[in-house]
């Protein structure tokens, strides 16, 4: 990992970690291709950053990569990191590719338990060197929200968010939803913490913050990941249930379920549900809807899945479901207390 802690000096810090994606792109010039550029000259790309008074340093992934290829062990470098570094800095900003930041904001939320200062993802649909970037605006706004203090000198934003499009969104209840739009993410179950625009307008009532300042967060790294996701669909066989809800690799299940958490009524299918279960794997129900919650109780159909084990999901999203069971499952090898940590509010993820 590169590091550099030689930023200019100021009243607030903040550590801004580069792991890749569209937003640390420009063009090279040699090659007429996208690539990663280097993160030491962040200031050249983005001199607004010098305006503020803070003392920004960066530190770079051991390998730059495109968010696609995100995989946990990341999530742990970044937790570890920003454990390592946490009284340092006043906020950090992680520069990410959009394609899974929603994942990695999941993740991020809860393996950091307690926080007392803002992790704010942000990148871009245009890379940072191009003309008309996104980059820049998320880039600057994610920095004056990750410095952001009250008047007690408390951080305003003590949680995990993506910054994108003139919105902060708590992390774990965002989706991507455009693969092209400047406003690519949403959090339709939960208001935004913020909007950008001529001031930083700060929806306080909504901010979760910890019941102690003082106290240290807990990072959790261990993550058990042993889950699939099942999304139903019309015309689904009963050999693709099987092998995803029965498969002997998983602990877990995460079925997508329609609208408030219906499933087909077919004999076959229940059936799966409750060899799945008997064999000893949590079964979570999330929607396939974009917003909105689960309510077993609502439709028969539903009321068959909770009567044979099913946990609901609430209103959490499928990045946020898969998150929170590779997180509870790192720390319990007990699935009954698994799904008690399921119906928990942990960190906002759900609507209680
Ligand atoms: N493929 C890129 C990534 O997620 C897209 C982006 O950054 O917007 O890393």
Redesign the pocket.
């Known amino acids: 990992m590169k590091f550099n802690p030689d930023g200019n000096t100021g009243k607030s810090s903040i550590l801004l970690i580069y792991t890749?994606?569209?937003?640390g792109m420009k063009v090279d010039p040699a090659e007429q291709a996208l690539k990663p550029f280097d993160f030491s000259q962040i200031l050249e790309e983005v001199p607004e950053l010098g305006k503020f008074a803070y003392r920004i340093d960066y530190c770079t992934l051991d390998s730059v990569?495109?968010?696609?290829d995100i995989e946990p062990s990341t999530w742990q470098t970044l937790a570890g990191l920003i454990r390592d570094k946490y009284d340092r800095y006043d906020g950090f900003v992680i520069l990410h590719?959009?394609?899974?930041?929603a994942y990695s904001a999941s993740a991020l939320s809860f393996m950091t338990e307690g926080l007392t200062k803002p992790v704010i993802f942000t990148?871009?649909?245009l890379p940072i060197g191009v003309a008309r970037t996104d980059g820049k605006e998320n880039l600057i706004s994610s920095v004056e929200i990750a410095a952001a203090k009250d008047s007690d000198g408390h951080a305003i934003v003590p949680e995990v968010c993506i910054c994108f499009g003139n919105s902060l969104m708590r992390g774990n209840r965002t989706s991507k939803v455009n693969s092209e739009d400047f406003r690519a993410f949403r959090s339709p179950n939960c208001p935004n913490l913020a909007e950008a625009g001529i001031s930083i307008r700060y929806n306080t009532n909504i901010i979760i913050r910890p019941s102690d300042w003082d106290r240290r967060p807990a990072f959790h790294t261990s993550l058990d990941t042993r889950v699939s996701i099942l999304k139903l669909h019309p015309g689904i066989t009963p050999q693709v249930v099987r092998n995803i809800l029965c498969g002997p690799e998983t602990r877990a299940v995460i079925i997508e379920t329609y609208g408030a958490g219906n499933a087909p009524s077919r004999e076959w299918f229940l059936d799966l549900v409750k060899e799945g279960i008997s064999m000893g794997k949590v079964i979570l129900n999330v929607t396939q809807c974009l917003a909105g919650s689960v309510n077993m109780e609502l439709y028969a159909t539903g009321k068959r899945l909770k009567d044979a084990g099913v946990a609901g999901g609430y209103d959490i999203t499928t990045e946020g479901a898969l998150a929170k069971l590779f997180y509870l499952m790192g720390r319990t090898e007990d699935n009954a207390e698994v799904i008690r940590g399921l119906d928990e509010n942990l960190r906002g993820e759900i609507t209680k």
């Open positions: 890749g994606g569209t937003i990569i495109d968010s696609a590719g959009t394609d899974t930041m990148g871009s649909q």
